[in-house]
């Protein structure tokens, strides 16, 4: 029987009896089923690597993996997909840095990816590739002769021609994707911004969706993703009994709780969102010690000197917001770098007036419809949200903002904790609706109905 193989930078192996959590994991569920095969870096730096993978099967799912060099992981991960690309993606363009060895690594790693894969794959296998630190497998894949269907989902935004000129090798990525028979993204914009650059940096011919380039045509289209939105919302339910959101719940001494969910990232715009939460306390000070703001972002990517920085950042804000606004009974500003299990952020995003969700730059961010999931249909809350999130773009409901405006964040905010409960409710209503649309499954299947291929539990029947 045919199978589905996903491929992304990293594997996330269920342990004994726990099930994968991460947000790629949760997204793709659907397709974990018997037979499937989820291939990728295994997380370890090895001194000589074996092309052979290393094969792992939980629930009837192989786990396929490989190990790196630190070398080629350093010169991959560090220093082109995150050092480059990343940067390039979000718009930031003065943290780009691009070095010509750099990508000679990325390049490395994704034949040695395309390599090992090869060991595995049979000739009926459908591949699908995710995010941008595997733009080149699907032509090396195919160089190496597989003929099977082969998509490529980007999870971050894309950017328009102009912008995508200032990296060197600008015309080789576009010319990777146009090797997959799909090409996925989050939003229309983006979509239309990688058409563009393939008719402008290649002459491609565009038709509708499709590009056609040298005899192969790509279909590329907006594939918005979602999450599994019931199954989200009973959690929440559930997890408001949770001994930590209990505790933290009754810190709160009846104040109004904000919460933010992030990976500590500078596309994030966390310096932006606690300078406007400094803003409303200043502006507004009928909330002073009526409000908590709980910050969740755990550290990522510390080997990067701009995360290094931004931590740093964040340290002397708190201490400023914190210094000046406390009370002996109070302090405005909680914030952590420890990640939290899943369902206690359900149970927190239940019990949290105000979801603060305001990235500079988002492919679609998942947390602001895991906010509207959680919330009680009785009492809801109120979600402020970018509008240079992916989200945005259908969650006009909720309070739009500009994140690089504090201000802006600010008066939002304020908007939100005083919105009157008959207003909460009818945007919950709007925006509940298209979150419980809009699902990972519905996700799934409209990318592999454009690869012709079935769901695997279709399949089954």
Known sequence: MARIVIVSNRVPIPKARVTAAGGLAVALRDLLVPGSMWFGWSGRLSDEPSLQPALVEARGVTYATIDLTREAHRAFYVGFANGALWPLLHFRLGLMHFRREDYAGYLEVNATFAAALGNVLQPDDTVWAHDYHLLPLGRLLRKQGFTGPLGFFLHVPFVPPSMLEAMPVARELVA???????VGFQTEEHAIDFRDCAHRLLGATVEGEYVRLNGRR??????????DARSFAEEAERSVGDKLVQRVFGSLSGRALAIGVDRMDY???????????????????????????????PRSREEVDEYRKLRAEL??????????FSEFDWTPLRYSTRAAPRATLAGLYRIA???????????MNLVAKEFIAAQPDEDPGVLVLSKFAGAAQDLGEALIVNPFDPDAIADAIHQALTMPLEERRERQVALKA??????AS???????????TS???????
Not at 176 to 182: A, I, K, N, P, T
Not at 276 to 291: D, N, T
Not at 353 to 363: F, K
Not at 455 to 461: D, G, H
């Open 267 to 297: 596309s994030k715009g966390l310096p932006n969102r606690f300078e406007a939460y400094g803003r409303l306390l200043e502006r507004y000070p009928e909330h002073r010690s009526q409000i908590s703001f709980l910050q969740i972002c």
């Open 218 to 227: 790509t279909r590329v289209f907006a594939d918005p993703i979602g999450i």
């Open 442 to 452: 519905a996700y799934c299947q409209r990318f592999l109905d454009a690869l012709g």
């Open 434 to 439: 298209k979150v419980f649309e809009a699902t």
């Open 315 to 324: 340290d002397r804000l708190t201490g400023r917001i914190n210094g000046r």
């Open 353 to 363: 007036r105000v979801g603060v969700v305001t990235p500079l730059r988002d492919g």
């Open 176 to 182: 990777d994707l146009c090797s997959y028979d799909v």
């Open 455 to 461: 769901m695997p539990a279709l399949q089954a029947a």
